[in-house]
């Protein structure tokens, strides 16, 4: 259970099942934890580093999380994209509520720079739930490309 940790055994069906996969996944032990029903831990002592450094820099733990958040799902794209809605929502409330004062209340003291605001940041909105659905889409395509099996058969009970 310590991801930190990388020494790790694993049977023989979890390890044939990653090279069926053909993943290209640097966090294994994610990856592993998909195929696997109750994984186990078994204590180590960890000792210090008596020589040398560690090759992960920041940059390359970076990366590892950054493939950790996008190798596994398309939900970050998602909640991006719902987030995006919110704004698009909240933005284009704000233009109307601006554009009803202006019309009906006859409101003039500065509103001409807060309804530019509400404008820009409604057409920014929208701009991006766009970039969103094509990230969709492109995520969905690479979901095909990569053919990865939505479930593994650990075993078959019966044959016909």
Request: with cysteine; net charge positive; glycine share 8%.
């Amino acid at each position: 259970t310590d991801q930190g940790f990388m020494f790790r055994a694993y049977r023989r069906p979890i390890i044939e099942a990653i090279v069926r996969r053909g993943a290209i996944n640097t966090f294994l032990p994610a990856l592993a934890y998909s195929f696997s029903g109750s994984p186990a831990a078994v204590g180590v002592k960890h000792a210090e580093r008596h020589a040398g450094v560690s090759n992960y820099s920041l940059y390359k733990l970076i990366r590892l999380n950054f493939d950790l958040i996008t190798g596994f799902s398309l939900a970050p794209l998602q909640y991006f994209t719902m987030f995006a809605m919110v704004c698009c929502a909240g933005s284009g409330l704000f233009v109307l509520v601006l554009a009803i004062r202006r019309l009906f209340f006859d409101y003039t003291a500065a509103e001409g720079l807060f309804t530019l605001f509400g404008i820009l940041f409604f057409l920014m909105s929208v701009a991006i739930v766009g970039i969103g659905l094509l990230g969709e889409y492109v995520g969905r395509s690479y979901q095909v490309v990569r053919a990865r099996q939505r479930y593994h058969v650990r075993e078959m009970l019966e044959t016909k």
